[in-house]
């Protein structure tokens, strides 16, 4: 089974702008959620979707949006890029709930705002 | 949300030496896993372990829920044992909750 893919892996952009990245899930994986990592706040969960419904938030503004497809691919935006969002940001899939469940991440996008 | 400790932060090591990092979690929890973070910053998943004993080659974890903490053991050391190792939590669903992270650095 192939594993959690993500794309871009690697992205440049200027303050003010919106990216999106994209994560696609293990096959057969409904649960869908994305993690921004920095250097000063370490891992932070940002939001999950399941079944195209988000079902956690993290505590991020609301610049920091997702979706989920009916095929389970996620989507995460971030819009008015700020310097500060320059982060790894990484994508874990699993079956469903996440209870007695192993998360699987992807290899993450790194993201560097100039 | 969820506290996480993990200690120590940092560990250097000999190759072949042993080690034991700590995971101290501030509630009750549903999920708990260990991963190594690679160099190209991949989380690797190396045990679920909510409760109880698990080993995986060199490597065995073990949770005791009712005290909030969990210990990874790596034995017989490895340069390639080298990077980041991160417990996570959760109680709700999907949503998880990061330590800091144990540094670690094998020595050849």
Known sequence: KAGVTQTPRY???????????SCSPISGHRSVSWYQQTPGQGLQFLFEYFSE???????F??????????????????STLELGDSALYLC?????????ETQYFGPGTRLLVL | GIQVE????????????????????SDSVNNLQWFHQNPWGQLINLFYIPSGTKQNGRLSATTVATERYSLLY????????????FCAVSYN???FYFGSGTKLNVKP
């Open chain 1, 92 to 100: 874990a899939s699993s079956p469903t709930s996440g209870v007695q």
């Open chain 2, 74 to 85: 790596i034995s017989s050391s490895q340069t390639t044992d080298s990077g980041v190792y």
């Open chain 1, 11 to 21: 992205l440049i952009k200027t303050r003010g702008q919106q990216v999106t990245l």
């Open chain 2, 6 to 25: 993990q200690s120590p932060p940092d560990l250097i090591l000999q190759e072949g030496a042993n080690s034991t990092l700590r995971c101290n979690f």
């Open chain 2, 93 to 95: 669903f999907n949503k």
């Open chain 1, 53 to 59: 419904t988000q079902r956690n938030k993290g505590n």
């Open chain 1, 61 to 78: 503004p609301g610049r920091f949006s997702g979706r989920q497809f009916s095929n389970s691919r996620s989507e995460m935006n971030v």
